[in-house]
């Protein structure tokens, strides 16, 4: 029989699925075979440094007339919402690869220094060592975070059964002895905390909200000192993440955030608190028998709402996710940037902002910015996927066969430079380091295009590109 540690470390491997793109994607799909893509407004981009409000009005998705789950209310479409102009400076970015010098230097953030960290999947050790990714991301690429995904369901398999935390014991104790600062994605409540279970059970939160915010103080209780931001959640806008009998709800989830938060805060203040970054998917749609059953909504509408439950107050720092499929970092959607030899034409053909990281990333600052809030942001998730030289590629991954790997260094290093020169970004995690080598899916990994690692282990170009990146704090 097998000890639990080792069960808990296969059903992780099992539990590597595709990201948020491939909903988006075949989302996507979908709507350019039916016909009934509806293009969203977006927030104006600023230039010269310059935020300025939007004057487009944001138009409905196809499924935006559907109830809100639970709260019986219309999901509210993007809205503008009054704001003074503000003044971000933003500097001439750097040619790519150039050294720092004095010009290029930025000032400080006002929230402490700029974090370059990368996603990991710390709970498979090479060869053993727990310590060897962490070697790497440190010592290598030369960054200062690193990321781990913590599920809840894998330490309380049974409500009444002892913790297991062999898990995670490692990963952090790796972390804090290379001197990284970790931080923690929380997500995935036991089935045993919950009352709605399908035919297919997927990640969602507990019926009693306050067991997950107990959770969250265990872990800050348990890893004292070790732990500098905790994510709370993942993409609560996909029902994968979010499968309830009444759908996805935003108030709901904030809820779940203000209790978590003041679980957080009430133990250990110094660790950021980050909202779940959500799935930009651009639109909203129900379930095939219950349209009133949200199970995805597009992430401008999905954060609007956010912000009129008032989750500014319960998070330093605001999650985003983006993968930037077959466009460079710094294309806004709507700047008629076209590549005619893509053969995955969604970007070019259906310009929408969802398919940009750079008017996702200013848009969701200058939505904050419009309610008053001046907090900064945090990739969790970014990075661009290349499957040159390969034969296969994971089913709605076929922009990966557009980027080569100069492509996916280039615009991996463009990506940190660009936030740290936005000067609003605290913290960025590239996705990611070496789920390739560890997932065991081979090239149909829908994780494996976006690695800093080949399958067997060595360096893509990314790995040195990103490794002779300089790092300004």
């Given at each position: ?41 977006s927030l104006s981009l ?12 944001a138009t409905k998705g ?106 995670y014991d490692p990963v ?302």
């Amino acid at each position: 029989m097998q000890s639990p540690f080792w069960e808990n470390l296969q059903a992780a491997l099992n539990r590597l699925k595709g990201r948020s793109l491939v909903l988006a994607v075949m989302i996507w799909f979908l709507l350019l075979g039916t016909g009934l893509f509806c293009a969203f407004g977006s927030l104006s981009l600023p230039t010269e440094g310059v935020l300025v409000p939007a004057t487009e009005e944001a138009t409905k998705g196809p499924s935006s007339e559907a109830a809100a789950p639970e709260t019986g209310e219309e999901p509210a479409p993007t809205a503008t919402l009054p704001v003074e102009t503000i003044i971000i400076p933003t500097p001439t970015p750097a040619p790519f690869g150039a050294e720092p010098t004095a010009a290029s230097l930025l000032p400080p953030l006002p929230w402490g220094e700029f974090g370059y960290g990368a996603a990991v999947q710390g709970v498979i050790p090479v060869i053993g060592d727990y310590t060897y990714s962490m070697r790497q991301v440190k010592e290598q690429l030369g960054f200062n975070w690193v990321k781990q995904q913590l599920r809840w369901d894998d330490i309380y398999h049974t409500e009444t059964g002892q913790p297991d935390w062999g898990l995670y014991d490692p990963v952090v104790e790796a972390a804090h002895e290379m001197g990284l600062k970790l931080m923690l994605s929380i997500v995935d409540s036991p089935e045993w905390t919950r009352s709605y279970i399908d035919a297919d059970p997927l990640g969602a939160p507990p019926d009693d909200l306050t067991l997950y915010a107990n959770f969250v103080g265990e872990v800050v209780d348990r890893y004292k000192g070790k732990v500098h931001a905790i994510e709370v959640w993942n993409e609560q806008n996909l029902n994968r993440e979010w499968d309830t009998a009444n759908g996805l709800n935003p108030e709901r989830y904030v809820e779940m955030l203000r209790l978590a938060y003041q679980a957080i805060e009430s133990r250990d203040p110094s660790i950021v608190v980050i909202s779940g970054a959500l799935s930009p998917t651009g639109m909203t749609g129900g379930d095939s028998s219950n349209a009133n059953r949200l199970i995805y909504m597009d992430d401008y509408t999905y954060l609007t709402r956010m912000i009129e439950a008032g989750f500014l107050d319960y998070v330093d720092c605001i999650g985003v996710h983006h993968n930037g499929i077959n466009m460079p970092p710094d294309v806004a959607w709507n700047e008629g940037y076209n590549d005619p030899t893509a053969s995955f034409r969604g970007p070019f053909d259906n310009p929408h902002h969802s398919w940009s990281f750079k008017s996702t990333i200013w848009d969701y600052y200058t939505m904050a910015q419009q309610a008053g809030y001046n907090k900064p942001l945090c990739l969790t998730e970014f990075g661009w996927a290349s499957a040159e030289g390969w034969s296969a590629v994971a089913e709605s991954f076929d922009f990966a066969w557009d980027n080569t790997l100069e492509e996916q260094a280039k615009w991996d290093v463009q990506a940190f430079q660009l936030m740290r020169q936005w000067g609003f970004i605290q913290l960025a995690f590239i996705w990611n380091l070496d789920y390739a080598q560890k997932g065991g899916g081979g090239e149909t990994d829908p994780n494996a295009p976006y690695s800093l690692l080949n399958f067997d282990g060595s360096p893509r170009p990314a790995y040195g590109a990103l490794g002779e990146m300089p790092k300004i704090p």
